[in-house]
């Protein structure tokens, strides 16, 4: 019977035989392309001209036994060393009689100071494109923070250094401390969860990631660690840089809300100085004494002219002038009223003789008379003598009483002499009316 050719054709039935099972995942596993891998060397070992070594990755627990065979790790020999941090053209490869996997090392070299810093460079510029190291996303350190966070090295003199400064600053300064490793692959990698667990903290106002002077490769490389790097772009605390190392600054520097240049500076930025502080209060005590003093002395001779002045010295004079006053208003007012008065009289009588002149009583008093005659809807005055017929009652008033009289002749009005006919008026007539309704108009 034989074998499935693909792995998804076997069953409990027709499995494959374990031998074919590692050939066809070594043809697999040796299929991938070569490829380019860095780690730390921790073995290396030269046999029958073949290299064996062990690559470490540079943070994670991961390690891959590596050889390199004659014609490579004869040019290693002398060029790298247990500890050298390499980069590797490697391949997989299965040795199926025990199921080893391992990786061949085509070409390797070791990474150089200047390739480390090349990268810090490049890594420097895309994290600047992205605005990390912005001076706007700084944040303001507290003035007093009641509580500060510390990470440095385990037992290391930058920890000592920022203790004992800070106290001498400011006794009650108070601490959290997490000491990491500041050097070497897994630094990164503590540091960046020291400072997680610190920026989660609300009690700490501050955070302070600190280092002591060293080697180059010690000091710039941990703290330019990309995670590190974003992990203090994240936080909400305010973070301090206090690497020392002034020839060559690591990224953390760049991104931090504040830089110092050594351990002993970060205090000087973390507190102020109490002895300093004591001299100010007591200087600005003595000011404030001074101006209140000042000040009362101002307000007191003030007074004392506000009380030499004649209406605080004799008050009465004051109310006196006033009475004066307002018994002068009072006879202008009533002075005034007076004439008011007087004036309102004389226009009073005035407006009444007028008003007398002009009513139909005075026209009656001159002479003139109202002469009426009887309608349909009572008695009218009559203002035209054609209007009237011989034999007509007619009522006429006089300045006093009134009398009746009738019609026996009738004027016309553009006849003055003759009598007229029956039914006739005549100029003499005629005016008669009319003097009649010059009286009732002037009435």
Known sequence: MSEPAQAQDTSAETPWALSTYSGKLKAHIEAAPPTWVEGQLVEFNLRNGNAWMTLRDLEQEVSFSTVAWRGVAGSLNGTVQPGSRVVALVK????????????????????????????IEQLKQRLAAEGLFRVDRKQPLPVLPLRIGLITGRNSDALKDILRNTHARWAAAQFEIREVATQGPSAPAEVTA?????DADPAVEVIVIARGGGALEEVVLP????????????AHTPVVSAIGHEADRPLLDEVADMRAS?????????VPDEAQ???????ARARMSAGVERLIGRESEWLTTLRSRPVLAQP?????????????????????????????????????????????????????????????????????AGTVAIGDQLSIMVASGELTARAEEIYPKDRRSAPAEPGTQTEESARTPKTAQTAQTQN
Do not use: C
């Not at 020291?194 to 610190?198: F, N, Q, R, V």
């Not at 703290?223 to 994240?234: H, K, P």
């Open 92 to 119: 997989p490869n299965l040795y199926e009689k025990s199921g080893r996997l391992s990786l061949v090392a085509q070409q390797m070299k070791p990474v150089g100071l200047g390739d480390l810093l090349a990268r």
């Open 194 to 198: 020291a400072l997680t667990e610190l």
């Open 223 to 234: 703290f330019s660690d990309e995670r590190l790097i974003r992990a203090v772009a994240a």
């Open 262 to 270: 050594t351990p002993t500076g970060a205090a000087k930025l973390l």
């Open 277 to 283: 502080e004591r001299e100010a209060l007591t200087h």
């Open 316 to 384: 009465q004079d004051m109310i006196t002038g006033r009475a004066q006053e307002l018994l002068m208003l009072r006879r202008r007012a009533l002075f005034g009223m007076e004439t008011a008065v007087r004036r309102g009289t004389d226009w009073v009588a005035q407006t009444r003789a007028r008003v007398r002149s002009l009513s139909p009583q005075s026209t009656l008093d001159r002479g003139y008379a109202v002469v009426q005659t009887r309608g349909q809807a009572g008695w009218d005055v009559l203002r035209d």
